[in-house]
């Protein structure tokens, strides 16, 4: 089965730019997406079809995804950006998702 | 408003069952492949099940093919889990999810309006 691997954790300073990588086989022939959750909430799409923002997302968040990884990007990191994040693709007849990143602002 | 609201989830048996539902508003549910995501109790994001708009296309994750049944009343604008022969590992916040994409699709889902989740928890 189709496997999506990220960093169980990334640290930022706020203001910085932070970076979190999925990576799966050939990632780049498939679109790749992204999901912000904070504790206690339902995960909220962030970028979606590789590089595209759901309206009333923020210009800082970007995403790319090339090869055998995407990575999503958050430019100006705020403190309000510290979540646990999520990639996710479609594999034949599948939904993945990595396993989450925990992004952290200090 | 656009809006999903889950119901159905409680405490069952090992070996039970229980169906979920999810109330749509606020979009043409018609227009919209919906899905299930399940969140275990401190744990990563599960997807469960995909279905078309016009329910013509049907996933499974591999380990609820046979026990789960994903199905949904576009009359009612609802989404509904069958779920059968829940084990311990069935224990989870399940989100109701919808594509982002207005049409009839037959995969490649990406989901941009969740639910507040309902709680599944299997124990004896």
């Known amino acids: 089965s189709y496997e999506l691997t990220q960093p169980p954790s990334v640290s930022v300073s706020p203001g910085q730019t932070a970076s979190i990588t999925c990576s799966g086989v050939?990632?780049?022939?498939?679109?790749a997406s992204w999901y912000q959750q904070k504790p206690g909430q339902s995960p909220v799409l962030v970028i979606y079809?590789?590089?595209k923002r759901p309206s009333g997302i923020p210009e800082r968040f970007s995403g790319s995804n090339s090869g055998n990884t995407a990575a999503l990007t958050i430019s100006g990191t705020q403190a309000m950006d510290e979540a646990d994040y999520y990639c996710q693709a479609w594999d034949s007849t599948t939904v993945v998702f990595g396993g989450g990143t925990t992004l952290t602002v200090l | 408003e656009v809006q999903l609201v889950e119901s159905g989830g409680g405490l069952v048996k090992p070996g039970g069952s229980l169906r979920l539902s999810c109330a749509a508003s606020g979009f043409t549910f018609n227009s919209y492949s919906m899905n299930w995501v399940r969140q275990a109790p401190g744990k990563g994001l599960e997807w469960v099940s995909s279905i078309s708009s016009s329910s013509d296309y049907i996933y499974y994750e591999d380990s609820v093919k046979g026990r789960f049944t994903i199905s949904r009343d576009n009359a009612q604008n609802s989404l509904y889990l069958q779920m059968n022969s829940l084990r311990a590992a069935d224990t989870a916040v399940y989100f109701c999810?919808?594509?982002?994409?207005?049409?009839?699709?037959?995969?490649?889902?990406?989901?941009?309006?969740w639910g507040q989740g309902t709680v599944v928890t299997v124990s004896s």
């Open positions: 999810a919808r594509d982002v994409r207005s049409g009839s699709y037959s995969g490649d889902y990406t989901f941009d309006i």
């Open positions: 079809q590789d590089t």
């Open positions: 050939q990632l780049g022939d498939k679109y």
